[in-house]
């Protein structure tokens, strides 16, 4: 036996969830008030009964064991050793095996040796440690001086962050291949710790009892899982690739905070901007952009930043009074390329261009109506469908026109004429028959050219037959040459020629013979020449007499000259022999090098038809056909040719301008549309009237241009604000505004935390990548991989299997030796430690002021050691002391005797200076305030992100009340508290809330607790997770509302409670406390007091933002629904506006030349996130910025609330109002 009361065990109600923590609280109570022992006769009847109804109404106890009862129903029936607490053997074998081992070794550990020799040293500073959470001051101070100290002592009240810091440090650690132990007297604490590692971590981590099989089993199992599945190969590339993006997330960091300084550093500057000759600030800029905002549409677009605008005040005046003298048409279209207007027709000359171009149509028209079978393809003339002319070469068209006049087709009428071209055109003897009559007409000239001299004076005659006698000739030749050889004819000549008679007789010399030379040379020449007549009459008789032509006889006869007519009428005829290839064939010649087939439109032989026929059908066409033929074409080549090129040279004079003026007023030609031409010719003389202010406009545009290039296109489009004719008023102010805004758009909205928290996440991924990298290094060098893996796949078969397969000692002790982590209590310790020599390298000691000085052997345990604990916690020893023990210290003297009857915390504490945490998170800010008052002398500071402003902080409520003479109840509190409770399940606002009640005595909160049983409920009671008890009850346990009964009157001096369970209770409440007493007031050392320093309901003044751009951004986002503090004080800074939300917070610094600078670094570590704000983006664009901040609000998870329709104040005084009510309504129910 213990000696110790009995105490209540709850694991055998684990996983019945129908029972809950509050019939188990019940049922603990109940045996605390029983003071019942377990060796006691009857504790069935006397505690068991009473138990069985406490923890459910289907619970009942059996005095005789085991009966049957229906499935959902419970039974109690005595099994002693469950209410038994034995005697802790362990200890004492742990001590004194500690106490053996310090006598074998001649060096103390060095934690031991740090606390028997305290020695205080310099510690430095902690440089590139690589922490899954951003370490605060304290916490670095702490890790710093673990490097040159082996036992440091850590104070730290609740709510200061001993969980995160102890998370923290062992990730860092274990990353470095330590062994850590992580221990305290609080198993409940331990196990949430352990189970808020990190999945990888948990792994690797030993968190059970020796005799705990089934725990060990199933952590080997999934440890030799996780080493299947992983290779130190694959670990170590990992590792190395998250130091890798560690390494430039940190550069990125780097990077953002020299770029953010250098904003800073720009926005405090007084000369940040030089602009005409002046220096401004960016908050001045700002200002006047806030106050000229209204301008700054006037100049749209950019600005050429510090440029000074290049017109003048008369300049932009006339600039825009030039817009009254275009149209946005007008100027698009003189700034394309117009034509001139003298190179074009004028409307009138254009419109007689179409007349010409009417009637020489209708011209067309008529002669292709005579030529039926001809046809017009813009320059080209068809025959039957096939093209004959094209491409006309006007020259030679026109001496083919001439050739074609000088044919002279009258006389072609004449049957002679046509007879001679008729044989021209055939050749052969047909045209050599004409071409005789040429020669015997040139015979006969020859002759008489021959005879005119000798015939002068001289009749010859001569008798037509001797003329026709070509013998003659001789004959009279040779009597020429013997009349000039003898003088005379011989005889025998005369004798033997037989024609010498007929010559004498038929031919005389002026009427006589032939008696000389001379005369038989005349009479020869005279014989020359009839002959010569002859023949050419007798040709002429048969070509033209029988042409109707005189004979030759009759011409003689008729002219006085007949020679002469004969020779005219002899070339006459040449003409017309040679007119057919020479005439006829030039002029054929001329059409075809004019570029006309005449193969294709002069006819062509015909088979079927004689010489004369054809050519009378070519002689037929010349004269009927081509007329017309000739007309078409001087048409078609001629006429319209040269409309064709006025109306080229006027398209040419338009095509090579691509403007819409030019391209209409070809359409207008096209169409021939002399209305259309006419108006767009009259609009280019407009434009070119316009020309001269166009181009002053154009020159001011440029230079406007150089330095405002949007503005000016605005105006030269006559777009926006461009198309008013009079200059905007202020127009130098709008610019001088849109300078400040183009400088001011320089620096951007830039988001710190998003940076710092991505790098959190890398670390924690690094940190734990690198404890496995440390694990499989250590089983892989010491062998113990192999081992694990088949161990663990013998408990997986087992498992499987369905059979138990136990481990044994040596496996056991195997794998503890190899978890880097262990997590749980010193009596666990106790009883699992078996060799002093397996060290770790550091313990992590929880709730030191719990431990007595057996805590003092766990320091031999490691090579480095951390001690938290809390100073004004009252010593409550868990640990018995054994008398061996005791009288071991007492032997050594006074000082290890006092090691027997005071806490391990308050020992190492005397000994070693200690490190304190006193950034307080857990409470609102108000309760945090009063838990630092009354136990910590104001030294906590509070750092809870917001309150809810739903709920007033405390709520101070008087009861009439007194306090029972007999015991510690006040039954005047105790109904009134659980009326409260009832109260305010009425309301909204405390939905999904939890509650608890916080009593000095265990008698007052089970007095509460039955009231509220009854007049609540169980049921709603369950939902808010209702507790009522002492202080001890809610050790590890939190509610949102709390509620304090004080359990004292005006009378009572007695139950003064202790500071430190005082400020404990009201450390509980997690959003408002409400203190329920029956004291006026509380004076003097009564820690209650700080109670009452707060009024009642009384909301915080708040203070108002230093500048006018911060009240500003906070009273939008006020008007947005988000919950916007101004001037909000955290530690030592001020900080400008804080918005809070979801339990989250951010900062946004204003950042002008007034701003407070801030520590981005602290703010972060308290998880405040940061977005800064420019003074000149903000007035620049308001709701553009204002839109960006609330949506950068919404991504961190601050979000806007609806408008609550009660203030805390409100909801306090409707709380009132429901009790009140509900008193009246359980006095009628008599509840």
Not at 14 to 23: A, P, Q, S, V, W
Not at 315 to 322: G, I, P, R, V
Not at 743 to 763: H, Q, S, V, Y
Not at 861 to 883: C, H, M, T, Y
């Amino acid at each position: 036996d213990a000696g110790e009361d009995t105490i209540f065990s709850e694991e055998i109600f684990k996983g019945l969830d129908i029972i809950t923590d509050e019939r188990l609280l019940r049922a603990r109570k109940e045996i605390r008030r029983s003071r019942a022992h377990p060796a006691e006769e009857n504790l069935g009847d006397r505690l068991l009964n009473a138990l069985s109804k406490i923890l459910h109404e289907n619970c009942r106890y059996s005095s005789e064991g085991l009966y049957i009862l229906p499935t959902d129903w419970f039974i109690l029936y005595e099994r002693p050793h469950i209410f038994i607490r034995k005697k802790r053997d362990a200890s004492k074998a742990f001590m004194y095996n500690f106490a053996k081992y310090l006598e074998s070794v001649q060096n103390l550990p060095l934690p031991l040796e740090d606390f028997f020799h305290p020695q205080r040293k310099e510690i430095g500073s902690l440089k590139n440690a690589v922490l899954p959470k951003h370490a605060s001051p304290s916490q670095e101070k702490i890790l710093s001086a673990l490097a040159s100290s082996a036992l440091v002592t850590v104070d730290a009240p609740p709510g200061t962050g001993k969980t995160h810091s102890v998370m923290n440090f062992l990730t860092y650690f274990l990353a470095q291949g330590k062994k850590i132990l992580v221990t305290g007297a609080k198993r409940k604490t331990l196990q949430d710790f352990a189970e808020n590692l990190p999945e990888n971590l948990k792994l690797l981590t030993l968190s059970y009892k020796k005799n705990e099989h089934l725990a060990v089993e199933k952590a080997i199992i999934s440890l030799g899982e996780k080493i299947e599945k992983e290779d130190i190969h694959s670990l170590r590339e990992r590792v190395e690739d998250l130091k890798n993006k560690r390494e430039q997330k940190e550069r990125g960091i780097a990077e953002f905070k020299k770029k953010l300084k250098a904003i800073e550093k720009s926005e405090r500057k007084t000369d940040a901007f030089k602009f005409e000759g002046k220096n401004y600030s960016l908050s001045a800029m700002a200002k006047y952009l806030s106050e000229n905002e209204n301008l700054l549409h006037i100049i749209p677009g950019e600005v050429k930043a510090g440029k000074s605008l290049t017109l003048s005040e008369e300049e932009l005046t006339m600039l825009y009074e030039t817009n009254a003298l275009f149209t946005p048409q007008t100027l698009k279209e003189m700034t394309e390329p117009l034509p001139k207007s003298e190179k074009l027709l004028a409307p009138f000359e254009f419109e007689e261009l179409l007349k010409n171009r009417k009637r020489l149509m209708d011209k067309e028209r008529g002669l292709l109506m005579e030529l039926p079978d001809w046809s017009v393809d813009g320059e080209k003339l068809l025959y039957l469908g096939e093209v004959v002319a094209e491409n006309i070469d006007k020259d030679a068209f026109e001496a083919a026109e001439r050739a074609y006049t000088a044919l002279d087709f009258g006389w072609l009428n004449t049957p002679w004429a046509r007879e001679a071209v008729l044989a021209g055109r055939m050749g052969g003897e047909t045209k050599e028959a004409y071409l005789e009559l040429k020669r015997a007409a040139e015979e006969v000239n020859s002759a008489q050219n021959s005879a005119t001299l000798l015939l002068l004076g001289n009749r010859v005659e001569i008798e037509d037959e001797l003329a026709h006698d070509a013998r003659i000739i001789g004959d009279l030749e040779k009597m020429e040459e013997l009349l000039k050889e003898k003088g005379n004819i011989p005889l025998q000549y005369r004798i033997f020629n037989r024609r010498y008679k007929k010559i004498t007789e038929g031919i005389t010399v002026n009427s006589y013979p032939i008696t000389s030379a001379l005369d038989a040379n005349i009479a020869l020449t005279a014989l020359i020449l009839k002959r010569a007549k002859l023949r050419l009459e007798a040709i002429w008789n048969e070509l033209m007499a029988t042409q109707g032509e005189k004979t030759y006889e009759e011409l003689s006869d008729d002219s006085n000259d007949a020679d002469e007519e004969i020779a005219l009428r002899i070339r006459e005829i040449e003409y017309a022999v040679e007119w057919y290839d020479k005439k006829r064939g030039e002029f054929v010649n001329l059409l075809n090098e004019a570029g006309i087939n005449t193969d294709k439109i002069i006819p062509a032989s015909d088979p079927f038809t004689t010489p004369r026929q054809q050519l009378a059908g070519e002689i037929d066409w010349l004269l009927n056909v081509y007329p017309t033929f000739a007309a078409l074409l001087r048409l078609i080549a001629v006429e319209k040719d040269e409309l064709r090129k006025i109306m080229h040279s006027l398209k040419n004079a338009l095509v090579n301008r691509s403007s819409a003026l030019a391209k209409r007023m070809i359409i207008a030609i096209g169409a021939a549309n002399a209305a259309d031409y006419k108006k767009e010719y009259e609009l280019l003389l407009k434009y070119e009237s316009l020309a001269d202010s166009y181009q002053k406009r154009s020159d001011l545009l440029s230079r406007l241009a150089e330095v405002a290039p949007d503005f000016a296109a605005d105006i030269a489009c006559q777009k926006h604000g461009g198309a008013v004719t009079e200059k905007p008023k202020d127009i130098l102010k709008a610019y001088t505004a849109k300078q400040f805004a183009a400088e001011l758009e320089k620096c951007g909205n830039i988001d710190f935390t998003r940076e710092t928290e991505e790098d959190w996440a890398l670390n924690l991924k690094l940190l734990e990548s690198s404890v496995l990298e440390k694990f499989f290094e250590k089983i892989e060098k010491n062998g113990a991989k192999g081992s694990i893996l088949r161990l663990a796949k013998t408990l997986k078969k087992s498992v499987n299997d369905r059979r138990r397969n136990k481990l044994n000692d040596r496996e056991r002790q195997m794998f503890a030796q190899n978890m880097p982590l262990w997590v749980m209590p010193i009596e666990d310790i106790f009883l699992t430690v078996e060799d002093f020599t397996d060290k770790f390298d550091i313990i992590f000691m929880d709730g030191a002021s719990d431990l007595d000085s057996l805590a003092l052997s766990l320091l031999g345990l490691s090579q480095k050691a951390v001690i938290f604990g809390d100073r004004r916690a009252p010593v409550k020893l868990n640990l018995p002391i054994s008398e061996e023990v005791y009288d071991m210290a007492k032997e050594k003297g006074e000082f290890y005797k006092s090691l027997t009857d005071t806490s391990f915390y308050e020992l190492v504490r005397a000994q070693t200076e200690p490190y304190h945490l006193r950034e307080e998170f857990r409470s609102p800010r108000v309760l945090s305030n009063i838990i630092s008052k009354i136990a910590y002398d104001k030294e906590l500071k509070p750092m809870r992100l917001v309150d809810d402003e739903e709920f007033v902080p405390i709520v101070k409520h008087k009861v009439s009340g007194t306090l029972d003479p007999l015991r510690p109840v006040n039954f005047a509190e105790a109904e009134e508290i659980a009326l409260l409770i009832s109260a305010c399940l009425r309301e909204s606002e405390y939905s999904g809330k939890t509650f608890g009640v916080i009593s000095p005595s265990d008698e007052q909160a089970e007095i509460i607790f039955e009231i509220a049983m009854r007049r609540i409920t169980p049921e709603p009671l369950e939902k808010i997770s209702f507790i009522s008890g002492t202080v001890a009850d809610f050790i590890g346990k939190e509610r949102d509302i709390i509620f304090l009964s004080l359990l004292d009157d005006e009378t009572s001096v007695k139950n003064i409670p202790e500071d430190y369970e005082l400020a404990f209770a009201v450390s509980r409440a997690k959003e408002q406390l409400f203190v329920v007493h029956s004291k006026k007031s509380f004076k003097g050392n009564d820690p209650r007091r700080f109670l009452f320093e707060t009024v009642v309901g009384q909301k915080e003044k708040r203070a108002r933002a230093k500048t006018a751009l911060g009240r500003e951004i906070a009273e939008n986002l006020v008007e947005f629904g988000f919950d916007a503090r101004e001037s909000f004080r955290l530690s030592s800074m001020t900080l400008e506006i804080a918005v809070f939300g979801n339990g989250r917070a951010c900062i946004i610094p204003i950042s002008d030349e007034e701003g407070e600078r801030i520590d981005e670094t602290f703010l972060s570590e308290q998880d405040f996130k940061i977005i800064y704000i420019r003074a000149g983006k903000f007035y620049r664009n308001k709701r553009e910025t204002l839109e960006s901040l609330v949506q950068a609000l919404i991504d961190i998870d601050i979000n806007a609330k609806e408008r609550k329709v009660k203030s805390g104040k409100e909801l306090v005084e409707s709380v009132y109002k429901n009790a009140a009510n509900l008193r009246e309504e359980y006095r009628s129910r008599g509840i």
